[in-house]
Structure formats: structure tokens, C-alpha cells
């Protein structure tokens, strides 16, 4: 069974360790944070744990083979390269990195270890995105026509990263899973409401080619919370309503068929609009989370491949930059490029055995 910190104990982190705890018992070896009174109170509730408030001391430590990093986005990439160098496999919160670069850098170092590099895209791991998954592959959708998402509440604002690198990366891997591709191109505008100068709220497009378009809207001011998704087929569509706990996906068999009234009056089109069964599937109600460390310990122990590898948390941090690119330049569209990433290859430096750098990175 892989032995296994937890490194960042702030607003994420306690879940990973209740869910990792839960996985592991005891090979739950390490929780860390620079604030001793976080490490302190997490330690009371799981008095088998060893505290520690230096990362370099946990990448130091043989008996630990994989680190779970929840930590300020500026921070993902030192230490999860801190940590491959020293060998151990990576469970990173969303996005991997704060730039293309640097999640290349990282998805190459872990194929070059061998080790394996997971993102926590957690939504990925959700049993009801999981179903649409399998409604839009069996083909009882149809042709896939648009997504339009809506994740908005009131906060919880971030003081490193905007809104979008905040609650995007939820709705793009979502996308990612089902379609399987990168988009061709996206444009996005985005406001500032606060003196820190971050977007709250932004209008995301997403452009994939042979008419489908994805659409997001994310918002740290609104006055209600909502977690909305519509998944548009050409013979169904499917409603996925996060806070429906009883009605997670909602299938829908309806739609518009448009049809010419006879061969000589082809500028004549008869549209029909098809309304048919609502019904729910049965939604096994298992924590995302839950689904993700399983996931991730299931890779460590018997070198498998996890839903939401590296490669994919390099995808999303491709389309939330070129987000950011589009919003910067007042929602000039920008183009992603290839529909498949091919990172090259960079060189791994040293392994440098003391790691005396990362020390001093923050972890809240």
C-alpha cells in the first residue's frame, strides 16, 4: 500500500486527508503545513499522523513513495517537481501548474521517473459526470450540438488567481472528459470589481470545430449559488444540476427536427419541435473525492494510468491560458492549436538530495 503526506493543510487539504485517511489508515504517514496551529488541529483528529511544517523534510523521507499537494496555484509546480526529483509520485490540486510551460515540464518529468502525476480535477471523479460520459459514448444523445455551464456564488474570492483559474478548470476538464479533445479556439471577456485587480467574473467561449461550442460563465459576486450544465445532443440532452441531490442528471428526449416540405420549394423548411420522456438515472452517491484518492492510490500501487493524469491537467492549463490571453486582449479570439498535445521532451536536472529551496515555499 503506498505511504503517503499530504502537504498544505488550508482550505482543501483536510479533505484530502480525511479521504486519503480513509484509503490508507495508517499509511497516511505525513501531514504538512508551515502553520504549525493547522498541522496541530489535524493531528488531533488523526492521532496516527506525523506533523511536519517543512516539505523538504517530506520529499527527503524514503518512507514516503507519493505526496498529495494542496497548495496555492504559484506553488503546484516547485513542489510537485521537488517531489518527482525525489522520487515520489504526485496528487496535485486544480490547475497543475500557472502556465504551459510549466505543466509540460512536470508531465515530462513524471513520464521520465515513471511516477505517476494526477491532477485533482475532482468533477472528472463525480459518479453523475461520469454518466453523462457514458450516455454521449453509447451514442443516445447523438451528434454533440453545445455545453453551456453556469458555476456561480457569492466567493469565495481568491487572492492569487482570478476567477476564472479558479472555478473554470471544473467546467474545462468536464468538457475535456466527455468530448476528448482540445478546443480549436476560445475567446473570453472578464471584469474587476475589487481593488486586487483579479477578474470575479468572466464569459468564456469555446469553439471545437464542426459546429460545437461550449459556453461558460463563472462568478465570485452573485447573490445565489448555482451549478449548472447543459449537455446538447442532436436526439437528447442531459441537465446535470449539482445541488439536485436527488436529481443529479436529467435526460431530456426532446428536440428540433427541421425538414423541407418538398424538393422544389427548397427555400421552404418545416421545423418540428419534439418533446418526449424526462427521466433520471440512478446516480450512485459516492464523494468525488472519495473516487479520486481511490484512484490515485489504485495507479501508485499497481502502475496504472489515472482518469485525470497529467496529460489532462496539461490540457486544461493550455485552454485556461489561452483564457487568459483572449480576456487580456478584450476577448480577441485565440487559437489552442493541435487537437492533441505532444509536449517535447525537456532535460531532468539533478536530483538535488536536500532540497533546500522548496523549505521556504508557502503552504496555506
Not at 517543512?54 to 517531489?83: C, R, S, Y
Request: net charge negative; hydrophobic share 45%; charged share 25%.
Amino acid at each position: 500500500m503506498a505511504r503517503l503526506a499530504v502537504i498544505g493543510l488550508g482550505y482543501w487539504g483536510p479533505n484530502l486527508v480525511r479521504n486519503f485517511h480513509a484509503a490508507l489508515g495508517e499509511d497516511l504517514r505525513i501531514v504538512c503545513d508551515q502553520s504549525v496551529d493547522r498541522v496541530q488541529a489535524i493531528t488531533r483528529s488523526y492521532p496516527t499522523v506525523q506533523p511536519s511544517v517543512n516539505a523538504a523534510e517530506v520529499f527527503a523521507n524514503k518512507e514516503i513513495d507519493a505526496v498529495a499537494i494542496a497548495t496555492p496555484v504559484a506553488t503546484h509546480f516547485p513542489l510537485a517537481k521537488a517531489a518527482l526529483q525525489a522520487g515520489k509520485s504526485v496528487f496535485v490540486e486544480k490547475p497543475l501548474a500557472g502556465s504551459v510551460a510549466e505543466a509540460e515540464e512536470l508531465v515530462d518529468l513524471a513520464r521520465q521517473k515513471g511516477l505517476v502525476l494526477m491532477v485533482d480535477h475532482v468533477f472528472v471523479h463525480n459518479n453523475a459526470v461520469k454518466k453523462i460520459k457514458e450516455l454521449f459514448d453509447s451514442g443516445d444523445i447523438g451528434k454533440l450540438l453545445y455545453i453551456d455551464s453556469v458555476r456561480i456564488n457569492l466567493g469565495k474570492i481568491q487572492n492569487d488567481v482570478n476567477v476564472v483559474w479558479d472555478l473554470a478548470p471544473h467546467d474545462i476538464s468536464i468538457v475535456d472528459y466527455i468530448v476528448g479533445r482540445l478546443p480549436l479556439s476560445v475567446a473570453a471577456n472578464g471584469a474587476t470589481h475589487t481593488d486586487q485587480g483579479l477578474q470575479d467574473v468572466a464569459y468564456v467561449h469555446l469553439d471545437f470545430g464542426d459546429g460545437l461550442i461550449a459556453n461558460f460563465h463563472v462568478n465570485w459576486l452573485s447573490p445565489v449559488k448555482i451549478r449548472y450544465t447543459i449537455v446538447g445532443g442532436s436526439d437528447k440532452s442531459i441537465v446535470f444540476n449539482d445541488l439536485h441531490r436527488q436529481e443529479l442528471v436529467k435526460v431530456f428526449d426532446s428536440g428540433v427536427v427541421v425538414r423541407r416540405e418538398n424538393l422544389e420549394d427548397r427555400r421552404r423548411l418545416l421545423v418540428d419541435y419534439r418533446t418526449g420522456d424526462t427521466w433520471s438515472p440512478h446516480i450512485s452517491h459516492v464523494e468525488p473525492l472519495t473516487n479520486a484518492a481511490r484512484d490515485f492510490i489504485d495507479c501508485v500501487d499497481n502502475g496504472g494510468t489515472p482518469l485525470t493524469d497529467g496529460e489532462a491537467g496539461l490540457r486544461i492549463v493550455r485552454v485556461l491560458e489561452a483564457i487568459q490571453q483572449s480576456i487580456q486582449r478584450n476577448g480577441e479570439r485565440v487559437r489552442i492549436g493541435a487537437d492533441r498535445i505532444k509536449p517535447k521532451l525537456c532535460s531532468v536536472p539533478p536530483i538535488d538530495v536536500h532540497y533546500a529551496d522548496s523549505s521556504s515555499l508557502p503552504m496555506t
